[in-house]
């Protein structure tokens, strides 16, 4: 099975410019996103998909691979829908998006996201988390889902779902199990394109989560469970949190 990676790097981030630049200890984001990318002992090529010569330019000056795409993309998933057009001439079988902001991304679990494809009937996949904090239940940026028994996703939202109509708030991780989405996706290659026309939907603009349109248009996405977190750095004072942690 021949699996692409594509890393999206959009220079101009409302909540922090220029991010995929940054320095994180010597090396900038993108880069030490790049590098571990190319440890996977399942993706066979890994290229990020910018919108921005200074992000370009960079990524040609530390080897790595990368092409540019639209500035009027409006998510991750259309970029990389551009990149698997600009590589018709090759036959890949499944696209693997890596956020461009998790600097410290396990290698481990974009192998468990590509063991998903192992499976024929796999249209789209992520990976999900065990929530174990109340913290990280109640917390808006923390994106919960809810699966069915065949561990495919039924819904995403901000909100800590299920609600436990039973217990008071605090006693919810004593009777149910939550869980956290990692935002890294796999989808089909044919399936790529066709939820890369879909026009946005309701649930989608409600919550903000674009996954709920494929949700919402009957794609199935399944759910492998990794017990290793992520870092996402989506403001300086993320950063700041990482360089001192």
């Given at each position: 099975m021949k699996i692409l990676g594509i890393i999206p790097a959009r220079f101009g981030s409302t909540r922090f410019p220029g991010k995929p630049l940054v320095d994180i200890d010597g090396k900038s984001m993108i880069q030490r996103v790049y590098e571990q990318c190319v440890k996977s002992k399942r993706?066979?090529?890994?290229?990020?998909?910018?919108?921005?010569?200074?992000?370009?330019?960079?990524?040609?000056?530390?080897?790595?691979?990368?092409?540019?795409?639209?500035?009027?993309?409006?998510?991750?998933?259309?970029?990389?829908?551009?990149?698997?057009?600009?590589?018709?001439?090759?036959?890949?079988?499944?696209?693997?998006?890596?956020?461009?902001?998790?600097?410290?991304?396990?290698?481990?679990?974009?192998?468990?996201?590509?063991?998903?494809?192992?499976?024929?009937?796999?249209?789209?996949?992520?990976?999900?988390?065990?929530?174990?904090?109340?913290?990280?239940?109640?917390?808006?940026?923390?994106?919960?889902?809810?699966?069915?028994?065949?561990?495919?996703?039924?819904?995403?939202?901000?909100?800590?779902?299920?609600?436990?109509?039973?217990?008071?708030?605090?006693?919810?991780l004593k009777h149910s199990s939550y869980y956290k989405h990692i935002g890294i996706y796999g989808y089909r290659t044919d399936i790529l394109l066709e939820i890369a026309e879909l026009t946005k939907t309701n649930l989608e603009v409600t919550e903000s989560l674009e996954q709920l349109r494929w949700i919402e248009n009957a794609y199935v996405i399944k759910a492998a469970i990794t017990s290793l977190d992520s870092i996402a750095i989506d403001t300086p004072e993320d950063l700041a949190k990482v360089k001192n942690a």
């Open positions: 993706l066979s090529k890994v290229i990020i998909a910018t919108d921005d010569d200074r992000i370009l330019n960079h990524v040609k000056e530390f080897g790595g691979n990368a092409l540019m795409t639209s500035p009027l993309h409006q998510s991750g998933t259309d970029r990389c829908a551009e990149i698997l057009k600009q590589e018709k001439n090759y036959d890949w079988n499944v696209v693997i998006n890596i956020q461009g902001d998790e600097p410290y991304i396990h290698p481990e679990q974009i192998d468990l996201l590509c063991s998903t494809f192992d499976d024929e009937s796999t249209q789209i996949s992520t990976l999900v988390k065990k929530i174990n904090s109340p913290d990280e239940l109640f917390n808006h940026n923390n994106v919960k889902v809810v699966m069915n028994n065949k561990n495919e996703a039924i819904y995403f939202s901000r909100s800590p779902i299920p609600y436990n109509r039973n217990f008071p708030e605090h006693e919810w």
